[in-house]
């Protein structure tokens, strides 16, 4: 029965956030995306699932990014959405590394732009999808996803009215940002897989696994 908001909603992440909280039976499923073929798809896909539903949450898709303070606040005021999940992210490494300022841009900023509005318009969750290589980070896409934890860190200083947390997970099969297809191109070319240390033991989780975490997360944590 929540109005839910999700940002980068038609990508490998967030896609899957849609598929999971439209079963969750929500009045509305607000959908952020840049991409717009990627929020077409979506968008069919979950009209598709209406077909075989009497009660149908609404579908509404916003093209445009988390970073455009004009089309994040009218969505917030029109909509007043009650939980966000922010998936929307550039995380491809090499191409955050050769792309530093949009990388910073969509990452840090359009996470602080998307923050300081829910905070305003007193959204009750928001779930920052972040990344394991937050910590420590050797690479910009890293160092940008860390700058947008510690930005919720300190808004979250003196506010009151939502709960912030933040989901760390990476080796996500099947996403976007996945290092699996660059290794099966590698294993079809007869090799090297090129591995960052050959002693390091590597775990995988689905797409479906890590989203579950994402949205337990808005269930299970206090801020």
Same mark, same amino acid.
């Given at each position: 029965?929540?109005?839910?908001?999700?940002?980068?909603?038609? *990508?490998?992440?967030?896609?899957?956030?849609?598929?999971?909280?439209?079963?969750?039976?929500?009045?509305?499923?607000?959908?952020?995306?840049? =991409?717009?073929?990627?929020?077409?798809?979506?968008?069919?896909?979950?009209?598709?699932? =209406?077909? #075989?539903?009497?009660?149908?949450?609404?579908?509404?898709? /916003?093209? *445009?990014?988390? &970073?455009?303070? @004009?089309?994040?606040?009218?969505?917030?005021?029109? @909509?007043?959405?009650? !939980?966000?999940?922010?998936?929307?992210?550039?995380? +491809?490494?090499?191409? %955050?590394?050769?792309?530093?300022?949009?990388?910073?841009?969509?990452?840090? @900023?359009?996470?602080?732009?998307?923050?300081?509005?829910? !905070?305003?318009?007193?959204?009750? +969750?928001?779930?920052?999808?972040?990344? &394991?290589?937050? %910590?420590?980070?050797? =690479?910009?896409?890293?160092?940008?996803?860390?700058?947008?934890?510690?930005?919720?860190?300190?808004? =979250?200083? #003196?506010?009151?009215?939502?709960?912030?947390?933040?989901?760390? @997970?990476?080796?996500?099969?099947?996403?976007?940002?996945?290092?699996?297809?660059?290794?099966?191109?590698?294993?079809?070319? *007869?090799?090297?897989?090129?591995?960052?240390?050959?002693? %390091?033991?590597? /775990?995988?989780?689905?797409?479906?696994?890590?989203?579950?975490?994402?949205?337990?997360?808005? #269930?299970?944590?206090?801020?």
């Amino acid at each position: 029965g929540k109005v839910v908001l999700i940002s980068g909603g038609g *990508g490998s992440i967030g896609s899957e956030i849609c598929r999971q909280t439209y079963q969750l039976e929500p009045d509305k499923i607000l959908i952020l995306e840049l =991409n717009e073929y990627a929020l077409y798809k979506i968008k069919k896909e979950l009209e598709i699932f =209406n077909k #075989n539903k009497k009660k149908c949450p609404e579908i509404l898709c /916003f093209l *445009g990014s988390v &970073d455009d303070n @004009f089309v994040v606040e009218n969505i917030m005021l029109y @909509f007043k959405p009650d !939980i966000i999940f922010h998936a929307a992210a550039y995380k +491809h490494v090499s191409l %955050v590394e050769d792309n530093p300022i949009s990388g910073l841009q969509n990452n840090l @900023f359009g996470t602080i732009t998307l923050a300081k509005s829910a !905070i305003k318009h007193k959204v009750s +969750h928001f779930i920052l999808v972040s990344t &394991d290589k937050a %910590v420590r980070s050797t =690479n910009i896409m890293g160092a940008s996803k860390r700058l947008a934890e510690m930005s919720l860190l300190a808004l =979250n200083k #003196n506010n009151k009215n939502t709960k912030f947390s933040i989901v760390r @997970f990476g080796n996500v099969l099947g996403s976007s940002g996945s290092v699996i297809p660059k290794f099966y191109q590698q294993i079809l070319e *007869g090799g090297p897989i090129t591995l960052t240390h050959p002693d %390091v033991k590597r /775990f995988f989780m689905t797409i479906g696994e890590a989203v579950q975490l994402v949205i337990e997360t808005a #269930n299970i944590s206090k801020g």
